[in-house]
């Protein structure tokens, strides 16, 4: 009788594993030895106070920021560095350019390119970055507008669209490149209030599809409605991160409790 060779699973890496992370701004200690891990389809939101460190963990994940000690990597590859011996040496900028260009990124304040129409702002990444033919990037970036639900916009340009209007817009414009994960930095602090509902709700779409997602909020209500896991972060360290049910309701940490008083 003949047995079959035993299969041995192979571990799936982590979406973002951020190892021993420190990084100062002058003599100001930013992140504070920051050790996190994102799971495949997670969604994990960062919460803490102004100053906490929570934009700046954001950047450098996607190497906008470089830490003095410590890496991050994303799906298994090492981020803005490459092992040489036994040390990390910096990747050319060409190279970082690659690599941002697999991790979608929404910032606050929307970035988008003001003499370029909505549809193109989304279909200029594809040709840029992966090679796209014009005629495909602009069919997927018509695709992604239906998705945000502005396909009637894609002819106008940035400053005839309201503030949640240009976000939504840069939602569709980090889909375009088909990153495997998306942070999204506080994206609706720049909005008028009447305007945060409709950017939520495109990322409520997004955390029901299987997206990594890592977002920086301050909308505790959201946090507990999309999350699978939230993390706390306080002068640059994670002071606890749980459940949402566990987090919110029944945090552990002074700190936390202190926090969540203030702003429930």
């Known amino acids: 009788m003949t047995t079959g060779a035993l299969t041995v699973p192979q571990a ?12 100062w701004y002058g003599a100001h200690r930013v992140l504070d030895g920051v050790q996190l891990t994102v799971r495949p389809g997670e969604v994990t939101v960062i919460l ?6 929570k934009s700046t963990l954001l950047r450098v994940i996607n190497h906008l920021e470089r830490p003095e000690i410590g890496y991050v990597s994303v799906n298994g590859e090492l981020i803005g560095v490459k092992r040489s011996g036994d040390r990390l040496k910096e990747l050319s900028e060409r190279a970082i350019l690659a690599q941002r260009s697999r991790i979608g990124f929404v910032f606050q ?5 003001p003499h370029l129409t909505v549809l193109d702002n989304v279909a200029a990444a594809p040709v840029a970055t ?9 069919e997927l970036a018509r695709e992604l507008l239906g998705r945000v639900g502005l396909a009637d916009k894609a002819g106008a340009y940035p400053r005839q669209l309201s503030g949640g209007q240009q976000q939504r817009v840069a939602i569709a414009r980090a889909l375009a490149l088909r990153p495997g994960i998306i942070l999204f930095d506080e994206p609706t602090s720049a909005l008028d209030p009447e305007l945060v509902g409709e950017v939520l709700s495109v990322i409520k779409d997004l955390a029901t599809s299987g997206t990594t997602l890592v977002i920086v909020t301050h909308e505790i209500g959201f946090a507990r409605e999309v999350a699978d896991r939230i993390v706390f972060i306080d002068d640059g360290r994670i002071v606890e991160q749980g459940p949402p049910a566990q987090v919110l309701d029944k945090p552990q940490h002074e700190r936390t409790r202190d926090f969540l008083s203030k702003v429930l």
Request: avoid cysteine.
């Open 48 to 53: 803490g106070p102004s100053g906490s460190g």
């Open 109 to 113: 304040n929307f970035n988008l390119f």
């Open 130 to 138: 992966r090679r796209l033919a014009k005629p495909a990037a602009l």
């Open 12 to 23: 799936v890496p982590a979406a973002v594993e951020v190892h021993d992370v420190h990084k």
